[in-house]
């Protein structure tokens, strides 16, 4: 992020942190930029998951070869009440393709990935219509960089892996803004 008078007099790099409260300004107003409009997202393009009401909802993009997206997997076996949209997001190698193909073609989605990334289990090859194209354009539109990548009802995004207790909060925080 960079900073400069009404003239391009001056340029500075780096964060602006108000040193009464310590808090970062420029983080902040990074993470604004950096929101959507969930309404927004193709739902229809991602693995679905409801568990307990499902009334929070959480989109992630997420490879299947992703060590860190597996850690997530595992964190959010233990969070209830949330509807998980999972975009397959192949970018780590060409397995991932492969990969995301066949569980996005096998006849339970969810199942399918959930025992790749909690299981270790490799969904068997299948072969249909998906649309992995369509979401590594999305992706790139949205300016997702690595795996995971999460966004909350509120717009928010947090990229990389979150523990469970960190997870709940932010997904209590991002449905109530937009209830």
Request: aromatic share 8%.
């Amino acid at each position: 992020m960079l900073y400069t008078d009404d003239k391009v007099s001056y340029i500075i790099l780096g964060d602006i942190v108000d040193a009464k409260t310590r808090k970062n300004l420029s983080q902040e107003r990074k993470q604004k930029l950096s929101q959507i409009k969930f309404s927004d997202l193709p739902l229809d393009l991602a693995v679905k998951q409801v568990k307990g009401n499902g009334k929070r909802v959480l989109a992630t993009f997420e490879d299947p070869n992703c060590t860190y997206c597996k850690k997530l997997a595992k964190e959010l076996r233990g969070v209830s009440d949330v509807t998980i949209y999972t975009f397959l997001f192949p970018i780590l190698s060409p397995d991932s393709v492969e990969k995301s193909k066949n569980i996005w073609c096998a006849g339970d989605r969810a199942k399918a990935w959930n025992d790749l990334m909690l299981d270790g289990k490799t969904p068997a090859t299948a072969n249909c219509d998906h649309p992995t194209d369509k979401v590594l354009a999305l992706g790139r539109k949205i300016g997702v960089r690595g795996t995971p990548a999460m966004f909350f009802a509120d717009g928010s995004r947090v990229p990389g892996y979150m523990p469970a207790a960190s997870l709940e909060k932010a997904l209590d925080k991002g449905s109530a803004d937009v209830r």
